[in-house]
């Protein structure tokens, strides 16, 4: 859990940083700075996404994972829970649900998520999870800067998901198959470019309804090895 709770912590620091800095820089600057960091999480979704030989697969898993998003409604319960927080704490920001949202599905659709919490749980090696603090901790200062104090608050989901991952970590060894985590990897990338495409400003895809693709792609391999 250590890895876990260093990872909400510094989401947390970063976000303080970025909402401080936020009061010191221009509208123009504040898009330019969300802008940079769509283009920076396309080129990492591409990046995961293109690991893979074939699409397809992640595709396929892309498609069942939004139907059944869809269906379940993720991105409304994600969104509920961040209206919430909104008013349970009383926050004026305009996009404090929508900071929520995007900061939770992005520190939490990778698959260093799953590698870290697997590697915590099974060896107590935290290192992927430090270094995806790392990552998390500079992308919540940009983040918080555009899109306000609600991405402060994705450190319950970080804290709670990856927590509760790292927890059964001995029941999901099977995740650690280089097949399995392949498969991940290249469906994870491709819900990271839609929160890429989100920052731009480009669509509004409803990415949070994306996730159970990361299911189906974990049990891919499995079925059709």
């Not at 650690?176 to 495409?197: H, K």
Request: include cysteine; charge should be neutral.
């Amino acid at each position: 859990m250590v890895g876990t709770i260093v990872n909400a912590g510094a989401v947390v620091v970063g976000s303080v940083v970025g909402l401080y800095a936020g009061r010191l820089i221009t509208d123009s600057i504040r898009g330019t700075l969300m802008h940079a960091l769509g283009l920076a999480v396309v080129v990492i979704g591409l990046k995961m996404a293109l690991t893979a030989d074939d699409l397809i697969p992640a595709v396929a898993c892309l498609l069942l994972g939004g139907i059944t998003g869809e269906i379940l409604r993720i991105e409304r319960g994600i969104a509920w829970i961040g209206d919430r927080l909104k008013k349970g704490f009383k926050s004026g920001s305009a996009t404090f649900v929508q900071g929520f949202v995007s900061a939770t599905v992005l520190y939490l659709a990778g698959a260093m998520t799953i590698v870290g919490c697997i590697q915590e749980g099974t060896t107590g090696d935290a290192g992927v999870l430090y270094l995806k603090s790392l990552l998390d901790g500079v992308a919540s200062v940009a983040l918080t800067s555009t899109l306000g104090i609600g991405v402060a608050f994705s450190a319950l989901s970080v804290l709670v998901v990856q927590g509760g991952l790292t927890i059964v970590a001995s029941h999901l060894a099977f995740l650690q198959e280089p097949a399995v985590l392949a498969s991940i990897t290249s469906t994870g990338g491709l819900i990271i470019l839609g929160i890429g495409i989100n920052l731009l400003g480009l669509l509004a895809i409803r990415v949070g309804n994306l996730v159970p693709a990361l299911v189906y792609a974990a049990l891919y391999p499995l079925l059709f090895a």
